[in-house]
């Protein structure tokens, strides 16, 4: 939900740096991070204001960790860097000597304030670029803690109604499985299929997937969902059973 303005802030660096703005290099004031653990961060942002009124910070810290805040309300999450996140912070702090970047409501286009305080170990000066792909890199890491952890969901299995088989001349030959059936409501979609093959019987399992407690329309909702079942081995000639959720069909082999 918030993937789009928090890109906009990137965006209002990128315009300073295009329009060769001149960001402030002036120490900025830290931002807020956990107590705890705020001594050894090498890398914090605060974004404020803005059309919707932000208020949240992020810190990172030199073991990789990452914490998410909001100064608007008790809501906060921790993680990791990524392997590729981490390395990439690692060839900047090795490279750039410590920069602050303080962007006011006034200078940015939305009235976002920005303030971004780097640690880094190098004696390399920052370019006006390094800072914006730097701060481009931390509102990433702040959009991704900031995701709402995926909901709890019911697996199921389908309701299958009926099972049409369809063999496909080839080298194999391949088998084309086509099942239909029902959802219980507006919630519930087709999750995983797989098959596997116990002698001449072919035995495909389609399951579903349903958010938890979600409010949801209740309609049945047919589906048609194609399975292909190419076997290691050529099929010797005879019949076949084909079974989908417990629903048969039958096929032959000339």
Request: net charge negative; proline share 6%; glycine share 8%.
């Given at each position: 939900m918030k993937r789009v303005q928090f890109l906009s802030v990137v965006a209002i660096l990128g315009m300073l740096v295009a329009s060769c703005v001149s960001l402030p290099a002036a120490p900025a004031q830290p931002p807020a991070v956990p107590e705890a653990t705020s001594g050894d961060a090498v890398l914090s942002l605060h974004l404020e204001g803005g059309l919707v009124g932000f208020c949240d910070d992020l810190s990172i810290w030199g073991d990789g960790r990452a914490a998410a805040t909001s100064c608007k309300a008790a809501v906060s999450s921790e993680g990791q860097l990524t392997a590729e996140e981490a390395a990439q912070l690692e060839s900047w702090l090795e490279a750039l000597a410590p920069f602050t970047v303080s962007v006011s409501?006034?200078?940015?286009?939305?009235?976002?304030?920005?303030?971004?305080?780097?640690?880094?170990?190098?004696?390399?000066?920052?370019?006006?670029?390094?800072?914006?792909?730097?701060?481009?890199?931390?509102?990433?890491?702040?959009?991704?803690?900031?995701?709402?952890?995926?909901?709890?969901?019911?697996?199921?299995?389908?309701?299958?109604?009926?099972?049409?088989?369809?063999?496909?001349?080839?080298?194999?030959?391949?088998?084309?499985?086509?099942?239909?059936?029902?959802?219980?409501?507006?919630?519930?979609?087709?999750?995983?299929?797989?098959?596997?093959?116990?002698?001449?019987?072919?035995?495909?399992?389609?399951?579903?997937?349903?958010?938890?407690?979600?409010?949801?329309?209740?309609?049945?909702?047919?589906?048609?969902?194609?399975?292909?079942?190419?076997?290691?081995?050529?099929?010797?000639?005879?019949?076949?059973?084909?079974s989908v959720n417990g629903v048969s069909a039958q096929f032959e082999i000339k």
């Amino acid at each position: 939900m918030k993937r789009v303005q928090f890109l906009s802030v990137v965006a209002i660096l990128g315009m300073l740096v295009a329009s060769c703005v001149s960001l402030p290099a002036a120490p900025a004031q830290p931002p807020a991070v956990p107590e705890a653990t705020s001594g050894d961060a090498v890398l914090s942002l605060h974004l404020e204001g803005g059309l919707v009124g932000f208020c949240d910070d992020l810190s990172i810290w030199g073991d990789g960790r990452a914490a998410a805040t909001s100064c608007k309300a008790a809501v906060s999450s921790e993680g990791q860097l990524t392997a590729e996140e981490a390395a990439q912070l690692e060839s900047w702090l090795e490279a750039l000597a410590p920069f602050t970047v303080s962007v006011s409501e006034r200078e940015a286009a939305d009235g976002m304030s920005i303030e971004l305080a780097f640690s880094g170990r190098g004696g390399q000066t920052a370019s006006e670029n390094e800072k914006a792909d730097i701060a481009g890199f931390a509102q990433q890491v702040l959009l991704r803690l900031r995701k709402p952890p995926a909901a709890p969901a019911e697996i199921g299995i389908a309701v299958v109604e009926s099972v049409e088989v369809q063999v496909l001349d080839g080298a194999g030959p391949s088998v084309l499985v086509i099942a239909r059936g029902s959802l219980p409501d507006g919630c519930t979609s087709i999750d995983e299929t797989s098959w596997r093959q116990e002698g001449d019987t072919f035995y495909v399992t389609i399951t579903t997937y349903r958010p938890q407690d979600m409010m949801c329309t209740q309609v049945i909702v047919p589906f048609e969902e194609t399975v292909m079942i190419e076997p290691e081995a050529a099929l010797a000639a005879g019949a076949y059973t084909v079974s989908v959720n417990g629903v048969s069909a039958q096929f032959e082999i000339k």
